[in-house]
């Protein structure tokens, strides 16, 4: 975050808080996002994205995460899930795949480690204490939004 | 006179309402889920409380980021299901109970809890998906509920012992308020998951385990829990559990808790629920006058506590319905 000071949670791993400052500079990310809570908005973005983008005073790195649907940038830049999972329902995909999406992970391979109980804390407490830490997540790009796979929680509220 | 008879805290992950909705429940999946709240629909339904007051979050349905209050009452004769982007959810309307609920703003205001009353909401998933949970799919829920929505969705939330105090100022509330009224409150969200960012799927099941078991026994432990501790042990969005310490502080000091269910996952979350009693006030047993104020004979006092706490976790253990995820 720029012009920010150092804050305690950001040591931990792979997790964007979303905290007063982000909220102030992600202000209109969210509400770009609220806005597709109505069926009318949704058409409207979907038939031209980058015209629909320019009603938000975005800035020009939050235009770009969301026309490229890279859902960690846009969190690191002041969105927040409840909010940017908006956005991946207008593309019709569950929370689920958005989280497997910021993983950098595929949503079989992500609805398999849940269903193993999930991602183990051990190793994913802190980035200052490497002892604590295995393998977070990589960092990739999101891939592009794969065709759906039918998940055994299957539903797009997953 | 009002009175809080019990506590109840469970998850409410939308999945959960989605499988309801979509009649997915009896698919093994969620099945493994929504056994385990069986039992807590039959306590429910002997319970039989006159009001609910609910303590839950909203997910940008009802507040945007144009508007974060940390406390909000909700003091309004109903509460529809929110449009949470696939049509609102084919649940009742939400009956509140004005009277009770404007007399605990007065009250809980005057306790120095600056709360936002609010008089016109919308209510998503995080309030009806326990209701669910505690009453099933009926036409109509059976009571009146009053909603409290707490922010845990910008940081920071209100503290864990700032809630635990709201609990006890609602206590104080509920009891001066006249009419005869039997009192549940419900505390949802949790328990462990991050849905947002590189680590989302975290699930922290000891981490659970020991915050139920100290809800029970030790709520002053979690009260003191700092943030950064529920970010960085129960994930992100695990911090929602803070909401759990407004119930337990509702509750008197002393608790039986009656029932358990913990089971990963459902969707992203670990899924948890714990049934707590006020204690009946029995009348009480007084020792002896001649045994009180004197020390008893040492080994007594070792040996008793010890065999009482082995006695207690052994019949904890009992109750206790862990259902395990599939490997």
Redesign the interface.
């Known amino acids: 975050m720029t012009g920010a000071k150092q804050k305690?949670?950001d040591d931990?791993?792979?997790?964007?808080?979303?905290?007063?400052d982000r909220?102030r500079q992600?202000?209109h990310l969210?509400?770009f996002?609220?806005s597709?809570?109505k069926a009318e908005n949704r058409k409207a973005f979907k038939a031209n994205e980058s015209e629909y983008l320019n009603r938000f005073a975005l800035t020009p790195e939050q235009r770009e995460a969301i026309l490229k649907r890279n859902y960690?940038r846009m969190?690191e830049l002041g969105g927040?899930?409840?909010?940017t999972a908006?956005l991946g329902?207008?593309d019709g995909h569950s929370?689920?795949h958005m989280?497997a999406v910021?993983?950098?992970s595929t949503q079989e391979d992500?609805a398999k480690?849940?269903?193993?109980?999930?991602?183990?804390?051990e190793g994913?407490?802190?980035k200052s204490k490497p002892e604590a830490r295995a393998k977070?997540?990589?960092?990739k790009p999101p891939a592009k939004p794969a065709s759906k796979r039918p998940t055994?929680?299957g539903?797009?509220?997953? | 006179m009002a009175k809080i008879i019990a506590g109840v805290s469970c998850s409410h992950v939308p999945a959960i309402g989605a499988a309801i909705d979509n009649g997915k429940t009896e698919e093994p999946y969620w099945k493994r889920v929504f056994s385990g709240f069986e039992k807590s629909k039959e306590w429910m339904a002997q319970a039989k409380p006159d009001v609910v007051i609910a303590i839950y979050n909203d997910h940008a349905s009802a507040f945007s980021v144009e508007l974060i209050p940390t406390f909000a009452l909700g003091c309004a004769a109903e509460f529809p299901p929110a449009d949470e982007g696939w049509g609102p959810r084919p649940v009742p309307v939400v009956k509140g109970h004005p009277a009770l609920a404007s007399h605990i703003a007065q009250s809980v205001i005057l306790d120095e809890f600056d709360l936002t009353i609010v008089n016109k909401m919308e209510v998503d998933h995080g309030l009806t998906v326990p209701l669910n949970l505690m009453f099933g799919s009926p036409k109509e829920w059976p009571c009146p509920v009053i909603p409290v929505a707490v922010n845990v969705v910008m940081f920071p939330p209100p503290t864990g012992h700032r809630c635990f105090m709201l609990g006890r100022a609602i206590r104080k509330a509920v009891q001066s308020f006249p009419e005869d009224l039997r009192v549940v409150v419900l505390g949802t969200g949790g328990m462990s998951h991050q849905i947002s960012g590189p680590r989302a799927g975290l699930i922290n099941s000891k981490f659970d385990t020991a915050f139920l078991d100290n809800l029970t026994k030790d709520p002053g432990k979690l009260a003191r829990m700092p943030h950064l501790e529920y970010m960085r042990e129960a994930g992100a969005e695990g911090i929602e559990m803070v909401m759990w310490l407004v119930m337990r502080g509702a509750l008197d000091d002393k608790v039986n808790e009656v029932y358990r269910f913990y089971t990963v996952p459902a969707s992203n979350t670990a899924v948890g629920h714990i049934i707590l009693e006020n204690k009946a006030r029995a009348p009480r047993t007084r020792r002896p006058s001649s045994a009180r104020g004197k020390l008893r004979p040492a080994a007594k006092t070792r040996r008793k506590p010890a065999a009482k706490r082995r006695r207690a976790a052994a019949q904890r253990v009992k109750r206790r319905d862990i259902v395990r995820s599939k490997r």
């Open positions: 305690e949670y931990i791993p792979g997790t964007f808080v979303f905290d007063a909220s992600g202000y969210n509400m996002c609220m597709l809570m960690n969190l927040n899930i409840y909010f908006k329902a207008t929370f689920q989280a910021m993983t950098g992500y480690m849940m269903l193993a109980g999930g991602r183990s804390v994913n407490r802190s977070p997540a990589p960092r055994s929680s539903s797009k509220r997953g």
